[in-house]
């Protein structure tokens, strides 16, 4: 009985993530039309929106569930780490020095200002990088749904080619709407 409640629990969640993940995506793509940023807003909202439309339908991908986790959990943790490399440094607004990291969201960041540009640069690279908590939650989650999405593709791509292989071993028993068109 407990073991019951529990599956229940997280299905639930995974439902909820799943519907809120795509509005939010879709919502993205909606307000993000115009954007200064474009092909990075409309990957941003076709990850959300996707990866949420998967974590609705689990009826339909039949992912496995360890497997899965563990890949999202890679990707978020790894894309985040490699999004550090992407770095902005700006000089603006009578010499504040801004120096932000992370992809595709500014997540750590350092800042420093003063009477002249060069000053400003020299007192922002001995401060201390702040964290941005929601914008590092923002790339783990966009980041994990690219887990959550790869491993749908890899699932499918073997789960077809497996089909595939049914098919050319048993032609009676697979149909065209199983497999698709056999060469």
Do not use: K
């Not at 409640?5 to 919502?27: K, M, N």
């Not at 991908?61 to 360890?66: E, M, Q």
């Not at 902005?88 to 009477?115: E, H, I, K, N």
Request: charged letters at 10%; hydrophobic letters at 55%; aromatic letters at 6%.
């Amino acid at each position: 009985m407990q073991q019951r409640l529990w599956v229940r629990i997280v299905a639930a969640l995974s439902v909820l993530v799943g519907a809120c993940t795509l509005v939010g995506g879709l919502t993205w793509l909606l307000l993000n039309l115009h954007s200064p940023q474009p092909v990075l807003d409309v990957a941003v909202g076709v990850v959300l929106a996707a990866g949420g439309l998967m974590l609705l339908m689990p009826h339909r991908t039949r992912l496995p569930v360890a497997a899965t986790a563990i890949a999202a959990a890679a990707t978020g943790l790894v894309g985040t780490a490699a999004g550090l490399a992407a770095s902005t440094s700006q000089t603006c607004c009578m010499w504040a020095y801004v120096t932000t990291r992370g992809w595709p969201f500014r997540w750590l960041g350092r800042a420093a200002a003063a009477d002249d540009p060069a000053t400003a640069e020299r007192l922002a690279g001995s401060q201390s990088w702040e964290v941005d908590a929601l914008s590092l939650a923002a790339n783990l989650l966009v980041w994990s749904y690219v887990g959550l999405l790869a491993a749908g593709v890899v699932v499918a791509v073997r789960r077809t080619m497996a089909a595939r292989r049914a098919a050319v071993a048993d032609p009676g028993r697979a149909t065209a709407e199983d497999v698709g068109p056999l060469p």
